[in-house]
């Protein structure tokens, strides 16, 4: 739905606007709420949010250098694994669970699809450590970044003293990362008065704000709560979702609303990527929800939609 | 073996006669310096009070640096939160793989929430002991061998480490 604006020429841009140097390097866009961030903890900078962009791109926080973020979080594609249902990491070890796109960070109350990290900064933990992700741990990650040619200058350029942290390391990865926002779909343009919906779009949008919208909220197109949306459990992966992290029998099977934002290049689709197309997540919403205990009560009943009210709702979503 | 102890406080007859400026504290077995808190000159105390552990809002800080830096190994990467106190070693009664028993104990949130008070009255030497030993008699090892993540066993085992404290 929205073309992620990744600020890939911030240097270049620095350097026109070179008068005013706390020029705004993030701002919220109109009609969004407030970022959850506090970037008063994490101030951004150029210099910082272009070391945490190489090291987003850098196979070396990886055990054998093989796989970066940008691996599983491909600009080309929303910052999102396309194509793939789980993702895969060093020695092609596959996941558990989805890549999720990557865009209006700022935005989270937590991460994870089941929000088992509660800070962006510390976030890229998880995948360094995971075994079957990245395979290594940030003490590593840190000599081997005090040992190469390239970072140590730009870590002293970014912090303006010598010495790679851990915590230098996180926080930089968070600049970088909550620079995609995603703010300029056909959406966005909308509802800044700058397009207009096609008569498809708009039969879309009135079914989206009748029958989605309790969920996956406007602008951000998610509320970022938990919540089980029927999906029977795949028992290859028996995955209960938030119930992991909270050990309570009421979060079990839940699982972070994902944003609808850049909805037609993040396919597949859910926790676990079981659907590749969107048609087959309306047929799930209309008539294929598992019922469950914790099952979303906003999903009781199914979602009633014919043919063209599918084909129309996903105009809408894929703006 | 290491462990967070944090807010660590002098008290002399039951007042507070000095808070230490540094707030967070990582003593680690393998690195002996860090055992040793340099006290304040000049300073008469009977009681220290320190908690064994970080406090929930520092749990939800993001990366932070200094001795909390995660580099140290005190910081779970699969599901945020620090490890309050980490103790690995090998014991026959253990069926584990090699023997080994690891307690990785932490956990912010209630009702997993492992962060303890200690409370001693000081001795001549100015020296406090964790009496491990004590600590390992308290439990089955041979039940009881592995404990990583937030549960109820952290909350009982670190409940048991802050009474040995002596």
């Given at each position: 739905m929205r073309k992620v604006i990744a600020l890939t020429c911030l240097l270049g841009i620095g350097l026109i606007l070179s008068c005013s140097i706390h020029r705004n390097l993030f701002s919220t866009p109109s009609?969004?709420?407030?970022?959850?961030?506090?970037?008063?903890?994490n101030a951004l900078t150029t210099e910082k949010i272009e070391l945490g962009r190489a090291l987003f791109f850098d196979p070396i926080l990886s055990a054998d250098n093989t796989i970066s973020c940008a691996s599983c979080h491909s600009p080309y594609n929303a910052f999102a694994h396309t194509d793939h249902d789980l993702s895969h990491g060093i020695k092609d070890q596959i996941g558990k669970r989805n890549a999720p796109a990557l865009m209006n960070?700022?935005?989270?109350?937590s991460m994870m699809w089941d929000g088992a990290v509660n800070h962006l900064d510390v976030q890229a933990l998880a995948p360094i450590s995971n075994v079957k992700e990245m395979g290594e741990n940030i003490s590593s990650v840190v000599d081997k970044l005090r040992k190469s040619k390239i970072y140590p200058p730009l870590f002293e350029k970014a912090f303006h003293d010598t010495g790679i942290t851990g915590e230098k390391v996180l926080k930089v990865i968070s600049q970088f990362e909550l620079t995609l926002v995603s703010a300029d779909s056909k959406y966005d343009k909308i509802k800044r008065g700058a397009a207009k919906f096609s008569e498809q779009e708009t039969k879309g949008y009135l079914l989206f704000q009748k029958n989605c919208n309790s969920c996956h909220a406007e602008p951000l197109f998610s509320t970022y709560e938990f919540k089980n949306n029927g999906l029977p459990v795949d028992t290859t992966l028996n995955d209960f979702g938030r119930y992991a992290i909270?050990?309570?029998?009421?979060?079990?099977?839940t699982f972070k609303i994902p944003s609808l934002s850049n909805l037609s290049f993040?396919?597949?689709?859910?926790h676990d990527g079981r659907f590749k197309k969107l048609g087959q997540v309306l047929n799930h919403y209309a008539s294929e929800r598992a019922e469950s205990r914790t099952l979303a009560p906003e999903l009781k009943s199914p979602i009633p939609l014919n043919s063209n009210e599918k084909a129309d709702l996903i105009a809408f979503c894929t703006l | 073996m290491k462990f967070y102890v944090s807010d660590l406080t002098l008290l002399d007859k039951g007042k507070t006669v000095y808070h230490f400026p540094k707030k967070y504290f990582l003593l680690d077995f393998e690195n002996p310096s860090t055992l040793n808190i340099d006290l304040p000159k000049k300073k008469d105390f009977d009681e220290v009070q320190f908690h064994l552990g970080i406090d929930s809002t520092t749990n939800v800080s993001g990366a932070l640096g200094g001795d909390l830096d995660p580099v140290y190994g005190m910081y779970w990467s699969w599901q945020?939160?620090?490890?309050?106190f980490k103790i690995e070693g090998v014991s026959n009664v253990c069926a584990t793989r090699n023997h080994v028993f690891q307690f990785h104990l932490g956990g912010y949130l209630p009702p997993f929430a492992s962060m303890q008070d200690v409370d001693l009255m000081v001795n001549d030497k100015r020296t406090i002991v964790l009496d491990i030993l004590s600590f390992l008699n308290g439990i089955s090892l041979s039940e009881t061998n592995e404990v990583m993540s937030p549960n109820e066993k952290a909350v009982e085992l670190s409940n048991l480490i802050a009474k040995n404290f002596k």
């Amino acid at each position: 739905m929205r073309k992620v604006i990744a600020l890939t020429c911030l240097l270049g841009i620095g350097l026109i606007l070179s008068c005013s140097i706390h020029r705004n390097l993030f701002s919220t866009p109109s009609g969004f709420p407030k970022p959850k961030y506090n970037f008063e903890n994490n101030a951004l900078t150029t210099e910082k949010i272009e070391l945490g962009r190489a090291l987003f791109f850098d196979p070396i926080l990886s055990a054998d250098n093989t796989i970066s973020c940008a691996s599983c979080h491909s600009p080309y594609n929303a910052f999102a694994h396309t194509d793939h249902d789980l993702s895969h990491g060093i020695k092609d070890q596959i996941g558990k669970r989805n890549a999720p796109a990557l865009m209006n960070l700022a935005w989270h109350s937590s991460m994870m699809w089941d929000g088992a990290v509660n800070h962006l900064d510390v976030q890229a933990l998880a995948p360094i450590s995971n075994v079957k992700e990245m395979g290594e741990n940030i003490s590593s990650v840190v000599d081997k970044l005090r040992k190469s040619k390239i970072y140590p200058p730009l870590f002293e350029k970014a912090f303006h003293d010598t010495g790679i942290t851990g915590e230098k390391v996180l926080k930089v990865i968070s600049q970088f990362e909550l620079t995609l926002v995603s703010a300029d779909s056909k959406y966005d343009k909308i509802k800044r008065g700058a397009a207009k919906f096609s008569e498809q779009e708009t039969k879309g949008y009135l079914l989206f704000q009748k029958n989605c919208n309790s969920c996956h909220a406007e602008p951000l197109f998610s509320t970022y709560e938990f919540k089980n949306n029927g999906l029977p459990v795949d028992t290859t992966l028996n995955d209960f979702g938030r119930y992991a992290i909270t050990k309570r029998s009421e979060d079990s099977l839940t699982f972070k609303i994902p944003s609808l934002s850049n909805l037609s290049f993040t396919y597949p689709y859910m926790h676990d990527g079981r659907f590749k197309k969107l048609g087959q997540v309306l047929n799930h919403y209309a008539s294929e929800r598992a019922e469950s205990r914790t099952l979303a009560p906003e999903l009781k009943s199914p979602i009633p939609l014919n043919s063209n009210e599918k084909a129309d709702l996903i105009a809408f979503c894929t703006l | 073996m290491k462990f967070y102890v944090s807010d660590l406080t002098l008290l002399d007859k039951g007042k507070t006669v000095y808070h230490f400026p540094k707030k967070y504290f990582l003593l680690d077995f393998e690195n002996p310096s860090t055992l040793n808190i340099d006290l304040p000159k000049k300073k008469d105390f009977d009681e220290v009070q320190f908690h064994l552990g970080i406090d929930s809002t520092t749990n939800v800080s993001g990366a932070l640096g200094g001795d909390l830096d995660p580099v140290y190994g005190m910081y779970w990467s699969w599901q945020s939160g620090y490890i309050n106190f980490k103790i690995e070693g090998v014991s026959n009664v253990c069926a584990t793989r090699n023997h080994v028993f690891q307690f990785h104990l932490g956990g912010y949130l209630p009702p997993f929430a492992s962060m303890q008070d200690v409370d001693l009255m000081v001795n001549d030497k100015r020296t406090i002991v964790l009496d491990i030993l004590s600590f390992l008699n308290g439990i089955s090892l041979s039940e009881t061998n592995e404990v990583m993540s937030p549960n109820e066993k952290a909350v009982e085992l670190s409940n048991l480490i802050a009474k040995n404290f002596k």
